[in-house]
């Protein structure tokens, strides 16, 4: 069976054989891969590309030496963006959280990891956006989040992604160019499995807190004082219109207030 690849294989293997150094013909190869049709015919040359590939990347690596590209956890969670090139990764990262990435209509205009703060009813969620090269050092940062935002809008994209094991953790899968940003967000909070309880205090302030769906006051009680709980009597609780008094094994819903009494 042909192979029958596109045009932009082709020019992506010119890419290849013309690159004169193992990081672009890293870039060119993975391009190649991408491209691809996926068939019977096609099996055997992209293993054979994928293991020209993995060679590559080691040589790279090994030339280089360690490298450690870690992103510091800030916030309640850490959520990545990953996605082929021009997918559309910085316009989403700048429209949630504000961040001002370079946004350019060349492919490969990211080369290291951008960073966004998101805010959702006062908690900070970390974003970070991996380039499209997919080195190792960037990619273990999606491996040790809390959740992989896949960014596309061709299915067989978003399926490559998952095959070729960029994502080893939870993941969803977005589309900026047909998904309004605040849907996108509203859909990376349900997907972390966390909700929003409210810190009452006697000064009247009252904080936001994230915490895990199935919390209780005493989750809630050990993250502000482990002493709220030793001296613990109840805690007053604010539901829509609802004021009642629990105790340490109620449990906690998205929006609830809550104000700690101790002995």
């Keep these: 069976m042909p192979v029958n690849a596109p045009a932009e294989y082709f020019k992506a293997e010119e890419r290849f054989k013309a690159a004169k150094s193992k990081e672009e013909r890293i870039v060119a190869l993975e391009e190649m ?16 590309l994928k293991s020209r590939l993995a060679k590559l990347r080691r040589e790279s690596e090994s030339k280089r030496g360690p490298k450690k590209t870690g992103i510091a956890k800030e916030g309640d969670a850490q959520v990545c963006l990953i996605g082929f090139t021009q997918s559309g990764k910085s316009t989403l990262l700048a429209s949630l959280t504000g961040a001002k990435p370079r946004i350019s209509p060349h492919p490969y205009t990211t080369t290291t990891p951008e960073i966004g703060m998101m805010d959702y009813m006062g908690v900070k969620v970390q974003l970070v956006e991996i380039p499209s090269s997919f080195r190792h050092e960037h990619l ?21 992604l998952i095959e070729d094991n ?59 004082h482990k002493d709220f709980v030793a001296n613990f009597r109840f805690a007053r609780l604010w539901r829509h219109t609802a004021i009642k008094q629990v105790g340490l094994n109620y449990t906690l819903e998205h929006g609830d207030i809550v104000e700690l009494h101790a002995k």
């Design 166 to 224: 960029f994502v080893r953790t939870r993941s969803i899968a977005a589309n900026p160019r047909e998904h309004l940003p605040g849907d996108i967000k509203e859909r990376i909070w349900k997907s972390l499995g966390l909700i929003v309880v409210y810190t009452k205090m006697k000064s009247k302030a009252v904080s936001p807190m994230a915490l895990r769906k199935g919390s209780t006051v005493r989750d809630f009680a050990l993250r502000i």
């Design 140 to 160: 273990s940062i999606a491996r040790t989040a809390d959740l992989v935002v896949l960014v596309g809008d061709k299915e067989r994209e978003l399926k490559q």
């Design 33 to 48: 891969i991408r491209l691809l049709p996926r068939h019977h015919g096609s099996e055997q040359m992209i293993a054979q």
